[in-house]
Structure formats: C-alpha cells, structure tokens
C-alpha cells in the first residue's frame, strides 16, 4: 500500500523555519522525483519545490527560492522541505507528491498545514 505521509506542519510565527518532513513507503523510492506543493485557501496548488530522484537536481518556485530547501534520504525514504523566513503568504496546505519520471505514475499525501501567523 502506498502512502505518503507528511509532518511539521502548524502554527509559526512570521520570520519562523518550520521542517516539513514526507514519509514514504510502498513503493520504489528512489526511482521517483518527489516534490512539494501547496495549495492556500481560494489558490491553486503551486509547486513549491522538486528533487531528482538522486537529489542532485533540484527547482523552486519562485515565490520561495532562496528561503526554502528541498532534500530527500533514499535510505529512509523521505523527502524534506527546509522552510526559512516564512511569511503570512507561505500559509497553505502543503502537500507531497511522487512522481515516476518514465511511466508518469504519481502519489500524493494528504497535506499538512502551515499557518504563518503572530
């Protein structure tokens, strides 16, 4: 059965760094490119980030470059999302996606929510 299975996510305070933490099983994976999306209240989902399935390749969206890092340990089968300087606008679901780069198969988490808020 797969599952992905997110954490970290709550309550922070404008300037906080929150670690999101996605934790997979049930499938191969290090033959899959993870990422992180979010999706804010009225918004559509927006990537926020994607790692290679070697971690060497890695994109952000542009709304969160240079404040977030995206990492993955295939021996643990998870994939972190670094979140540094967070702003009110950073408030959303964040969700964690799989994704097999040749066959297209793709998992998604249920979400955690981050709320940026004083």
């Known amino acids: 059965q797969v599952q992905l299975v997110e954490s970290g996510g709550g309550l922070v305070q404008p300037g906080g760094s929150p670690r999101l933490s996605c934790a997979a099983s049930?499938?191969?994976?290090?033959?899959?490119?993870m990422s992180w999306y979010r999706q804010a209240p009225e918004l559509e989902r927006e990537l926020v980030a994607a790692?290679?399935?070697?971690?060497?390749?890695?994109k952000y969206g542009d709304s969160v470059k240079g404040r977030f890092t995206i990492s993955r340990d295939n021996v643990k089968n998870t994939v972190d999302l670094q979140m540094n300087n967070l702003k009110p606008e950073d408030t959303a679901v964040y969700y964690c996606?799989?994704?097999?780069?040749?066959?297209?198969?793709?998992?998604w988490g249920r979400g955690t929510l981050v709320t940026v808020s004083s």
């Open positions: 996606k799989a994704k097999q780069p040749y066959t297209g198969t793709e998992y």
């Open positions: 790692i290679g399935t070697d971690g060497r390749i890695r």
């Open positions: 049930g499938f191969t994976f290090s033959r899959y490119t």
